[in-house]
């Protein structure tokens, strides 16, 4: 099931409510990245409270580890990682796409789909339209993704031509028919979307945009962006493409992006995005504030007691404020401070990972909240203009 109201619009930037199986998500929504079925070093609890509406699920990983027979006995996904929430996985056609060329290790595409070594054994595996129907049906994810190719940016170091971007864009087209026959046929209650390839080509954009919305699927997703292109790439095809996929139905960036590129994607018409950003960042040091990021592994932060982000009202930065005397770590503010992250990283404890990570998505789900109140106000251009002009501010 899925049921997609438009709220209001400013300019091409839309406010919406979309209606799954699994609850209610208001758009424009940023969405966690749980690859093996959790959000890396955060708590399922941590998630719900910093208003996580919707995670992702990753079909590839999730087949191979833990494998379909142990989550068929939870009944799906989300009672294997007791996640109440909608969920939406992808199709694995970018892991298989990330593993690599044609040779002994890597992948091989034909027609029929793509065969290649399992990462994690070698085993000799073959994942085709209608196994990836098949598993996302058995992970009884929400919002199920279409087997696609992802079209690279460039190959073995040649930019992609528009007759390979081509010829992977009408594989896909091809692909998609076949998800559509094959979660028909398992009769599937969940909304399969379609994925607009092309490459950095325009029109070929155009063409894969018009071959989808003729299948008529419940959502549509932009994929093959934040593959190794130029921003300014990306930037072209993110403003290009949104806008002329159906009103009424959800439109998703798959893969993007930093802070900008989110707030840039509302304003070309996009609803909902993903990305491993905001907590591999977090992993490794760089923490995103409203007014510009921070490397908390800089010498200067040993002794800075302030918490990551004054403005943030996240635990890393605000705490419990449960104690009269404050924290560890909160030098009496009831914040964890730049200090201790500074230490906890320097000396590997995992804590500061788990404390950067909850940051960062905080962050970026409370961006997503204060684009949403702004088009409910009818103001988005004006918190638009705020927003760079804070961000460019700096730390």
């Known amino acids: 099931m899925l049921r997609f109201d438009l709220l209001t619009t400013e300019g091409l930037a839309r406010r919406g409510r979309l209606t799954l199986n699994h609850g209610v998500v208001e758009t424009p929504i940023f969405?966690?990245?749980?690859?093996?079925?959790?959000?890396?070093?955060?708590?399922?609890?941590s998630l719900h409270e910093m208003g996580a509406q919707i995670i992702l699920g990753n079909t590839f990983h999730l087949w191979l580890r833990p494998g379909l027979d142990v989550i068929a006995q939870f009944k799906g996904l989300h009672g294997f990682e007791g996640w109440s929430k909608p969920i939406l996985t992808d199709s694995g056609g970018f892991q298989v796409w990330s593993l690599g060329g044609s040779d002994g290790n890597g992948r091989k595409i034909s027609e029929e789909g793509v065969r290649f070594a399992s990462p994690v054994n070698g085993d000799k595996l073959f994942l085709t339209p209608e196994v990836?129907?098949?598993v996302q049906t058995l992970l009884d994810s929400d919002i199920v993704m279409?087997?696609?190719?992802?079209?690279?940016?460039?190959?073995k170091g040649q930019l992609t031509t528009e007759a390979e971007a081509r010829q992977s864009m009408e594989l896909s087209q091809r692909w998609a028919r076949r998800c559509i026959a094959e979660f028909d046929r398992l009769?599937?209650?969940?909304?399969?979307?379609g994925i607009v390839q092309g490459g950095m080509f325009e029109h070929l954009r155009q063409e894969s945009l018009e071959a989808l919305v003729a299948m008529d699927l419940p959502?549509?997703?932009?994929?093959?962006?934040?593959?190794?292109?130029?921003?300014?790439?990306?930037?072209?095809?993110?403003?290009?493409t949104p806008h002329r996929l159906p009103a009424h139905k959800p439109r998703y960036l798959m893969g993007v992006g930093?802070?900008?590129?989110?707030?840039?994607?509302?304003?070309?018409?996009?609803?909902m995005f993903d990305c491993v950003m905001p907590t591999r960042n977090a992993r490794n040091g760089h923490l995103f504030t409203r007014f510009g990021?921070?490397?908390?592994?800089?010498?200067?932060?040993?002794?800075?007691?302030?918490?990551?982000?004054?403005?943030?009202?996240?635990?890393?930065?605000?705490?419990?404020?449960?104690?009269a005397g404050g924290t560890g770590g909160t030098g009496g503010t009831g914040g964890i401070s730049r200090a201790y992250l500074h230490h906890l990283d320097r000396c590997g404890e995992m804590l500061g990972p788990m404390l950067t990570s909850i940051h960062n998505l905080?962050?970026?789900?409370?961006l997503m909240q204060e684009m949403r109140e702004a088009l409910d106000a009818g103001r988005f251009e004006a918190w638009r203009t705020q927003f760079k002009a804070d961000r460019a501010r700096g730390v």
Not at 31 to 45: A, D, N, R
Not at 188 to 193: D, V, W
Not at 219 to 233: L, M, Q, R, T, W
């Open 31 to 45: 969405m966690p990245v749980g690859t093996y079925g959790t959000v890396k070093g955060v708590l399922p609890q």
């Open 132 to 134: 990836s129907m098949q």
């Open 146 to 155: 279409q087997f696609d190719e992802c079209t690279p940016y460039e190959r």
């Open 187 to 193: 009769q599937n209650r969940n909304a399969l979307f």
């Open 219 to 240: 959502g549509y997703a932009i994929g093959g962006v934040s593959v190794g292109e130029p921003k300014d790439e990306m930037l072209r095809i993110m403003a290009h």
């Open 258 to 271: 930093t802070p900008e590129d989110l707030v840039e994607g509302v304003a070309c018409g996009v609803d």
């Open 293 to 323: 990021d921070l490397r908390i592994r800089n010498a200067r932060y040993k002794t800075d007691p302030r918490p990551i982000d004054e403005t943030c009202d996240c635990h890393a930065c605000k705490g419990s404020q449960a104690g």
């Open 362 to 366: 905080h962050f970026y789900l409370h």
